[in-house]
């Protein structure tokens, strides 16, 4: 019914910079908090950053600084500028929504996930 769909990874030098880009489709009635997440090879999962409806950012201690989660509820899409890339930042990036859609006359609720973008930080 819904679908998030990332776009931005790719091969950067350490210090570089990369824009993550987060879209979500199909038949969306509202969307509460987003984030960005990301795992790297032989780890778990982790909370990157999110962003509620209102704006309110929150921050893993690992990015701070360096990254900035950012959305535009017009057009359903989050963003993730990524600055002064380290290697240690090398992962698959997934976005993360809480998305009300409409379902014929019903409205459903679903923690949606993309499919992941890697983004590879090496000289």
């Known amino acids: 019914q819904v679908q998030l769909v990332e776009s931005g990874g790719g091969l950067v030098q350490p210090g570089g910079s990369l824009r993550l880009s987060c879209a979500a489709s199909?038949?969306?009635?509202?969307?509460?908090?987003m984030g960005w997440y990301r795992q790297a090879p032989g780890k778990q999962r982790e909370p990157v950053a999110t962003?509620?409806?209102?704006?309110?950012?929150n921050y893993a201690d690992s990015v701070k600084g360096r990254f900035t989660i950012s959305r535009d509820n017009a057009k359903s899409t989050m963003y993730l500028q990524m600055n002064s890339l380290k290697p240690e930042d090398t992962a698959v990036y997934y976005c993360?929504?809480?998305?009300?859609?409409?379902?014929?006359?019903?409205?459903?609720?679903?923690?949606?996930w993309g499919q992941g973008t890697l983004v590879t930080v090496s000289s």
């Open positions: 962003i509620t409806s209102g704006g309110s950012t």
């Open positions: 993360n929504a809480d998305i009300t859609y409409s379902s014929g006359y019903l409205r459903s609720r679903v923690d949606a």
């Open positions: 199909g038949r969306i009635f509202s969307i509460s908090t």
